[in-house]
């Protein structure tokens, strides 16, 4: 009788795990942990699996290509991941390395369906810019290939990241309306789309709590969405009001600005406003918005050589390298007014 040929999908289901752990257990590559492997191993000793020492000894041919993915909405902020698009680039060509990019979609995105370069392993390592969806993620990392994440972090998210210094960023800018004499500071953002804006909404609590300083939770925006009329609405709905706001990003920095003066206030002489990012709505806003400003081609150069050492040193401890932030004080921030109409 014939031997039945034993595969990598039968030790899979014998261990209840997916074919690709499977794979990269036996092929010495990350994404699995030690324990894994060796039981992987011992699983398919035990079930007569024959693999080749050769091949699982042997290094992957390289493809001199990487993978940059994002969802549409980041592809769409062009003034803000653009940049970082552009240093990416950059980076590979002086590499000699081609890029792949490919848009995720929602219907892609909820449905787990990967770019067709990652079915088919044809990339050396994947670059994920901003969010996509934490299972989404989850799903590149299960292929095995070398990733690193850009401007994004979760803690069911095991990968390298390059990341702004959110918390500190967020404190310096808080810090800066308080050295001006501010002692009533407002918060506004959303803090549940992304864990950048939570980060800065904590370097805003560090700063108000260094300086003694309370926190009215009234002021406190964390639900607030890039649209004037809801600006405004919340705007109208306080009781009282601070002498000066942090917004999480120069987007609402743009729109708070303009609500309080289509509501008869003065930009900085009845509140200052300060935002994050520098974009180019900080720098066309009239007044001129102070903001964070955080250097996007650092995010590519360094990117690109995390994961190529990420692709050298698969077994290696996650990194997360975080990028400094420069407060650039522009027209909308200014002493406080004595009389806060």
Known sequence: ??????????????????KNSVSQALTGKGGVSDETRQLVIETAQKLGYRYSETRKNRQPERSGSIALIASDFAFSQRSFFGEIYLSIEQECSKRGMTLQIQSVNPQARDGLVLPSFLQ?????????LSHISTDYINTVLATGIPTVLIDH??????????????????????NHLIRLGHKQIGFWGNVSFSPSYQERLEGYHMAMNEAGLAVNPDWLVKDASE??????????????????WFCVNDG????????L?????????DFSVCSFDNGQLSRINTPTTTTMGVDLSKFGQKAIQQLF?????????????????TLIERESTSKPSDDIS
Not at 8 to 16: F, R, S
Not at 153 to 174: E, K, Q, S
């Open 1 to 18: 009788m014939k031997q039945l040929k034993v595969t990598m999908q039968m030790i899979a289901d014998t261990l209840h795990i997916s």
């Open 227 to 244: 649209e004037s009329t809801d600006v405004t609405d919340k705007f109208l709905r306080m009781t009282s009001l601070p002498t000066a």
């Open 309 to 325: 050492w990420r692709i050298n040193n698969p077994s290696e401890p996650y990194i997360e390298i975080l990028l400094p932030t």
């Open 153 to 174: 972090h979760h803690p069911r998210i095991h990968a390298d990241c390059i990341l702004t210094n959110n918390r500190f960023g967020g404190y310096d800018a808080v």
């Open 120 to 128: 088919n392993q044809s990339v050396d390592g994947v670059l994920v």
């Open 261 to 269: 003066q289509q509501l008869g206030h003065k930009v900085p002489d």
């Open 252 to 259: 609402l920095g743009f729109l708070l600005i303009s609500s």
